[in-house]
């Protein structure tokens, strides 16, 4: 090429650049036609989910691997359309026996689509907003009309099923405390077996979780009354580790079992 062409070149690279965008993963996604969501979910998965350590980074993985690569791992982004979102939700929503397992179990349904949706949603915004493609809109945005409603989780156990739970939980073993602890705090199950004493503050009667370890990735505090005050100080054994509901001197977390409270709630006696 000419220099005058050389020099015009240089300044698209230049421009490009000055906007946030990589002239080199410019002229790689031109050459190959486009980043595919194979290629995107790829970068996704390293530069995103798990440079943050974000908790969900496996079910993101799982989501990917299992339904999104497998109808549309091929698909160049910048060409992905709604009828091959709308394609992918159809597929993943009817469940189909699952080949890896003993248990039997499906893959699919319509929480699995609602899932896959939701990441094939995140990566493509993700893409956009790191310039990785030439395209502005997301093509998987509002597609969960193509899902029935959400129904909001309204179960909740009766005084009697609480009578039982309590009653049960008094064998002297560790998920004694956490099963009561859970009908004190309100806590998710989860959140108490990974709970450490430097969350515990017993004088102000608080359970603090740090937004690493709450859902919303946002400090969350409980407050604690006196019977799970009373809990926690007897369960203070100066063990190794700091780990509230433990097993091992407190040097690792509690394996929460949640079928211990549907078993406690058939007996009703």
Not at 1 to 23: C, D, I, K, T, Y
Not at 96 to 124: Q, S
Not at 206 to 212: K, M, N, Q, R
């Amino acid at each position: 090429m000419s220099l005058e062409v050389a020099r015009a070149r240089a300044n698209e690279f230049l421009a490009q650049a000055n906007a946030g965008e990589s002239p080199v993963i410019a002229l790689e996604r031109a050459a190959a036609g486009g980043l595919s969501v194979e290629a995107l979910s790829a970068r996704f998965l390293e530069d995103y989910a798990r440079s943050k350590n974000l908790r969900s980074a496996g079910k993101y993985e799982q989501a990917i691997a299992t339904h999104i690569l497998p109808q549309l791992g091929e698909v160049s982004v910048d060409a992905l359309d709604r009828e091959q979102i709308r394609s992918l939700i159809r597929q993943v929503r009817v469940p189909r026996p699952r080949l890896d397992t003993k248990r039997g179990r499906a893959h699919g349904g319509i929480e699995a689509a609602r899932r896959a949706l939701g990441v094939l949603r995140l990566m493509v915004g993700w893409a956009i907003e790191e310039r990785l493609v030439n395209r502005e809109d997301n093509p998987a945005s509002r597609m969960e009309r193509h899902l029935p409603k959400k129904r909001k989780a309204d179960r909740v156990l009766s005084i009697d099923e609480v009578r039982a739970v309590w009653r049960a939980a008094d064998s002297g073993f560790a998920f004694d405390n956490h099963a009561r602890l859970m009908l004190l705090t309100g806590c998710r199950a989860g959140e108490l077996a990974r709970a450490r004493w430097p969350w515990v503050d017993l004088n102000q009667a608080l359970l603090s979780i740090p937004a690493s370890e709450y859902k919303t990735n946002r400090p969350h505090v409980v407050p604690l009354v006196p019977e799970a005050v009373a809990i926690l100080e007897n369960s203070f054994k100066g063990g190794k580790g700091d780990y509230v509901l433990s097993t091992t001197g407190a040097r690792s977390r509690f394996a929460a079992s949640p079928s211990f409270i549907r078993r406690a709630c058939r007996v009703r006696s």
